[in-house]
């Protein structure tokens, strides 16, 4: 069997969930494809497929054959150009809605105008044929879409929201067209020549209304993916030859050298060659404070440089760079569905069938037991159900609330990993927090350094330490080497090394054997701690972590290492707990040391002295007593609880491993985009079920009335253009709760729900 391929597809013309739906349902089941996932709010089709039996040509004339257009992105096109194509597609469907909906507006007016007066509903000379040449335009162009895909919809054997508005003002439009046509022969039989022409006017221009109100709060939907991509400066100051020349961006390569004055924005992602200054990186991360630059730091394209001109080496450029890879992340997270939507999906696909049904129903009974003219009366009625029950609002519930969402946590510098993403972390109770790098800054230094006899001097000591951690990449290792390197230390190199995962390492470092690590690695290599114990205790107490130095089988020294909490890791583990979550810490430190970080960050469980593998057992031990459980970690040695968790929050800065690993990453290294996330995630969900439950209430109470249950015992009845009118409104509203989210956190308190 052939692999599966993976391809989106830009789709247009589609105004509401009951077109995507169609578009979704058609991909389903063509040959070939073995998933697909039609989303409104981006106009895409994210389409699974065996190369074997289709194609993405074939998909594409599959898409247009069901009435709308769809075209395949070029290969070589940035996500800036995408983007920008998409704006121009939205802008000018909005342009075309809105010439559609003037044009049916106005001949709505001229005919209610001529209907206004005396017999203006008489089908009889020369009043209808004017009515009939005024709604010919409306029907024919404006509203002309609605039948074409209604007909699209019925040759694939399926029904939508067009297929509603095709057989309510179509039968309408008829019925009226030949009273016109055949006014006296209906005459002749007793019947009334009625014509409702400006009824079909009216409900196509509110239908078309809505589409465009509709049409222009998705386009707000997608202002953080603009305002993402709009950070990068159009040209770079590139230097060639010892000469400095302007080139647009996109001729950019890897290995260029580029300057950056102050005030400038870094162009693309690489490394500082030459010249020192701050760059203000809260437009990716959200940290306020700029952050020092000098030669060899690494920068991000997008962010801006303060006070001091940059020679920077370009390492990645395009789609590799950190923002195109946050740009894409919120694109698929916006496009992607909630498990939630399936409900709101099972619905709307039994949703017309059932409304077709209720309307010949209903043109039944007003017909049988109806007042004359029953027949009218049955038609009228028949066709306000149809209208009023278009399931635009249904649909729309959960992607516009999704979208927003998405965009407003990027903003905010927390990228949550779509619709499902948002659900799982709705519904989580405990979060264990990492301990290094997590609850604290991650980046550790030696503090004091203790001998266990007169063999060895403090410099001995950690140039001993540091020869042998100078292999390894865990974080109190560098905090070794540095100190080191700060006092001036000469380094042997070391040999045979080995790390021992969770305890520490050996190497022979000039001929002696040297064992770095923990408590754990001491008793493992029979090494007795005794002459180091009084000093262990005083390092875990003040919160300090300690680091054993064997050397030759002998208990040689202990380096006490301090890694400060985060600033804002107790206000952020106060607020989980004043929003009912419980916070644990996991660490394989020492447990004083762990106890007495965790006293400081507020934190009242801890499971300490945990070795990496046994963290993924913790998570599930969590789990198997009933929690919805949340893991913050950096995003690498981490990653298998990460993945295990209800919810994996990675802490990172844009690094690969920390955006790809867990299914929220925080831009910044701040304990509180934790709240931020569950806190946007509780928001959001609670938004999409107020959008369902008024989206459900409305069709449940409105398709009775359309009906006329009301007209026995109070003479009430709802009129067509009252049923469009409705319709519409229930749709915008669904989006404009949705957009509420774009306020989130901007009320100046911690998680923006107060």
């Not at 309408?172 to 039989?189: E, K, N, P």
């Not at 049409?215 to 305002?227: F, G």
């Not at 290294?669 to 999409?688: E, Q």
Request: some cysteine; charged content about 20%; aromatic content about 4%.
């Amino acid at each position: 069997t052939s692999s599966a391929a993976q391809c989106t597809i830009p789709v247009s013309g589609m105004t509401c969930a009951g077109c995507s739906g169609k578009v979704q349902r058609t991909l389903e089941t063509t040959p070939g494809v073995t998933g697909a996932n039609v989303n409104l709010m981006t106009g895409a089709a994210s389409v699974s497929y065996d190369p074997a039996a289709t194609s993405p040509e074939r998909l594409v004339e599959i898409i247009r054959s069901t009435g709308y257009g769809a075209d395949l992105p070029t290969p070589d096109r940035s996500d800036e150009d995408m983007l920008s194509t998409r704006d121009a597609e939205q802008t000018a469907e909005a342009r075309r809605l809105w010439q559609k909906f003037v044009v049916s507006a106005a001949a709505a007016v001229l005919l209610m105008g001529i209907t206004m007066r005396p017999g203006g509903h008489d089908a009889g000379g020369v009043s209808g044929w004017i009515q009939l040449a005024l709604t010919l335009p409306v029907v024919l162009w404006a509203g002309r879409h609605f039948y074409t895909r209604a007909w699209a919809a019925f040759r694939h054997r399926t029904a939508d929201m067009n297929t509603l508005i095709a057989v309510g003002t179509g039968s309408a439009f008829a019925y009226s067209v030949v009273m016109t046509i055949a006014r006296d022969l209906f005459v002749a039989h007793g019947v009334e020549p009625h014509v409702y022409f400006e009824t079909v006017a009216m409900i196509i221009a509110l239908i078309l209304l809505g589409n465009l109100l509709e049409a222009r709060a998705r386009s707000q939907t997608s202002l953080a993916v603009r305002k993402l991509a709009g950070l990068r400066p159009a040209v770079a100051r590139i230097v060639r030859d010892g000469d400095e020349r302007e080139v647009p961006l996109g001729e950019l390569v890897v290995g260029d050298e580029v300057m950056v004055r102050p005030g400038e924005t870094v162009p693309a992602d690489g490394a500082v060659v030459d010249g020192t200054s701050h760059v203000d990186e809260s437009m990716l991360t959200g940290e306020p404070a700029p952050i020092s630059k000098g030669p060899g730091a690494r920068v991000v394209g997008a962010t801006l440089n303060r006070n001091g001109a940059l020679r920077i080496r370009v390492d990645r450029v395009g789609g590799d760079t950190v923002l195109s890879r946050i740009i894409r992340l919120v694109q698929q997270a916006q496009g992607s569905k909630a498990p939630i939507q399936r409900l709101a999906d099972r619905i709307s696909a039994v949703f017309v069938p059932v409304v077709l049904s209720i309307a010949v129903g209903t043109f039944v009974i007003w017909y049988d037991l109806g007042p004359d003219p029953a027949y009218l009366h049955a038609l009228v009625a028949a066709v306000t159900v149809l209208i009023i029950a278009c399931p635009c609002a249904m649909g729309l519930a959960v992607p516009t609330a999704v979208m927003v969402s998405t965009g407003r946590g990027a903003e905010l510098g927390v990228l949550i990993k779509g619709g499902e993403a948002l659900e799982r972390t709705e519904s989580v109770r405990t979060v264990v927090f990492d301990k290094t790098g997590t609850l604290t800054e991650g980046r550790p230094e030696v503090v004091s350094v203790h001998l266990a006899g007169a063999d060895l001097d403090e410099g001995r000591l950690l140039a001993l330490a540091a020869a042998v951690e100078r292999s390894s990449e865990h974080p109190l290792a560098e905090a070794i080497v540095a100190a080191a390197e700060r006092r001036g230390l000469t380094l042997q190199p070391a040999q045979a090394f080995m790390s021992r995962t969770g305890k520490g390492v050996l190497a022979m470092v000039g001929g002696l054997r040297v064992g770095v690590g923990n408590l754990a690695l001491m008793h493992d290599l029979r090494v007795d701690p005794a002459p180091l114990a009084a000093a262990a205790d005083a390092a875990a107490t003040s919160g300090r972590t300690p680091v054993y130095v064997a050397v030759e089988g002998k208990a040689a020294g202990l380096i006490a290492v301090a890694d400060p909490i985060k600033p804002g890791s107790r206000g952020a583990v106060a607020e989980l707990g004043r929003m009912g979550i419980e916070a644990v810490m996991l660490t394989g430190d020492d447990r004083r040391t762990a106890e007495s970080v965790a006293r400081e960050a507020g934190v009242t469980q801890v499971i300490a002295e945990v070795l990496p593998e046994r963290k993924l057992e913790e998570i599930r031990r969590l789990q198997r007593s009933g929690k919805v459980v949340a893991m913050v970690g950096d995003g690498l040695n981490d990653a298998p609880a990460l993945a295990q968790a209800d919810v994996g929050i990675a802490m990172g800065t844009g690094t690969d491993v920390a955006m790809e690993a867990g299914t929220i990453t925080l831009m910044r290294g701040d304990p509180s985009g934790v709240v931020t996330a569950i806190s946007l995630a509780r928001r959001t969900m609670r938004i999409i079920r107020q959008n369902l439950f008024w989206a459900l209430v409305y069709n449940v109470i409105g398709i009775p009335v359309a009906a006329g249950v009301l007209y026995p015992s109070l003479g009430m009845r709802l009129t067509p253009a009252m049923a469009a009118a409705a319709m519409a409104i229930s749709s915008v509203s669904v989006v404009a709760n949705s957009l509420r989210l774009r306020n989130y956190g901007r009320r100046g308190t911690v998680n923006g729900e107060r």
